[in-house]
């Protein structure tokens, strides 16, 4: 019998083990939301090669049928062999998320202001470094300049993240001290 550890059971038990014999597997969400109650699970299998003396690894891709459309790509999930086929092509459904990718971005977790500002920002940042670093450089193949375009965008992505950071707490004291100057002491 093999076992995972299981992070999601509430009496945080140590271990929560799979079943035998290809019933139960452990895999990675690869794509969601394509069709309703459906993601698409790679499962990793190691088996040993007598020519070469070593383990080799295959992959295998299952439909496998999530009733609440809770995964996401990216999750660890336990899958099930179903006692009966769901459809023609799902064999499996998920038995519980083993570890869940984190669900949100970074554009959900700031406020309008703040992914408006950042996108001002990013625009300047981009823009300066096209016209400052790209014009300067002369690129033999179509590849080099590509590669150099997404060099140049991370770097506006930090510069503009400082500079919204600079922004907000320029902003903050700037509050900070017309409160102090309201109060009356």
Known sequence: MSFIWNLLDPTRKKIAPL???????????????????????????????????????????????????FCRTGDKVVIRLAIKKISKRK???????????????????INKEKRELFEVEYRKALAHYYTTE????SF?????ELEAKKGLREKAKLR????????????KAA???????????
């Open 134 to 137: 790209l014009r300067t450089r």
């Open 160 to 171: 503009a993240s400082e500079n919204v950071k600079r922004i907000l707490t320029q902003r």
């Open 140 to 144: 033999d193949t179509k590849m080099l």
């Open 19 to 69: 079943a035998k014999s290809g019933r139960e597997f452990l895999g990675t969400v690869i794509s969601h939301g394509l069709t309703d109650k459906t993601v698409k699970v790679r499962v990793s299998f190691q088996h040993w090669n007598f020519k070469f003396a070593r383990y080799l690894s295959r992959n295998s891709n299952f439909l496998v049928h999530d009733s609440e459309n």
């Open 91 to 109: 064999a499996y459904y998920v038995r519980n998320v083993f570890k869940a990718y984190p669900r949100q971005t970074f554009y959900e977790s």
């Open 175 to 185: 509050e900070n001290a017309a409160k102090k100057l309201q109060k009356p002491q």
